[in-house]
Structure formats: structure tokens, C-alpha cells
């Protein structure tokens, strides 16, 4: 059984950093995309990032490019993501999410792909 367990989140102010960590287990993720999606209060989930686990090609939302790193850690099946110049928009629930795919494609930027989700950890960027 997958299981995703983030963790990291909390309150920061604006301009401030945090980093996420998603705990993965219950397979070998070699041949999987690891995802980061956001939800805020009356919007939908959208798109933030992903990484291909077995080759670290990564995509991010034009939203966070330039502020936002993803990356992983193959022997602890640890995924991150590193929040820079956190702004009152980036303030949501953020889930990790998992999706069978040997690498990054078109397909990984849309929630409805993802086969295994986390439960969310919750972020608040104040002013």
C-alpha cells in the first residue's frame, strides 16, 4: 500500500522560506513522478511541481519557477520542496501526490493523473 506522508508546513511571512518533505513508502518508486499540487480556500487544486524519480527531470508551475526547487532523496524515498520568496498567494493546503510514470510528460501537470495523494500539510504566508 502507498502511503505519502508530508510534513513542513507552517506559518512564515511574506519573502520567507519553508521547506516540505513527502515521505514515501509501500513501493519502489523508481518508475514513478512525484507531485506537488496546492488547493487554497474556494479554488481548485492546481499544479505546482513534479520530478521524475528516477531521472530528477523536474517541471514546475510558471507561478513558482524561480522561487520553488523540487527535489529528491532515492535511498530515505524522500521527496522535497524548497519555498523561496514565499508570497500571501502561495498560502494553501499542499499535497504530495504520486502518478506511474517512468518520466516527466505532459500528463504530470493534471491532478486527475495521480494515482496516490497525502493528506496535506497546510501553509500560511502572512503580510
Known amino acids: 500500500q502507498v502511503q505519502l506522508v508530508e510534513s513542513g508546513g507552517g506559518l512564515v511571512q511574506a519573502g520567507g522560506s519553508l521547506r516540505l518533505s513527502c515521505a514515501a513508502s509501500?513501493?519502489?518508486?523508481?518508475?514513478?513522478?512525484m507531485g506537488w499540487f496546492r488547493q487554497a480556500p474556494g479554488k481548485e487544486r492546481e499544479f505546482v511541481a513534479a520530478i521524475s524519480w528516477s531521472s530528477g527531470n523536474t517541471i514546475y508551475a510558471d507561478s513558482v519557477k524561480g522561487r520553488f526547487t523540487m527535489s529528491r532523496d532515492n535511498a530515505k524515498n524522500v521527496q522535497y520542496l524548497q519555498m523561496n520568496s514565499l508570497k500571501l498567494e502561495d498560502t494553501a493546503v499542499y499535497y504530495c501526490?504520486?502518478?506511474?510514470?517512468?518520466?516527466?510528460?505532459?500528463?504530470?501537470?493534471?491532478?486527475?493523473?495521480?494515482?496516490?495523494w497525502g493528506q496535506g500539510t497546510q501553509v500560511t504566508v502572512s503580510s
Open positions: 501526490a504520486a502518478k506511474i510514470s517512468r518520466d516527466i510528460r505532459y500528463d504530470s501537470y493534471y491532478f486527475s493523473n495521480y494515482d496516490y
Open positions: 509501500g513501493r519502489t518508486f523508481s518508475n514513478y513522478v
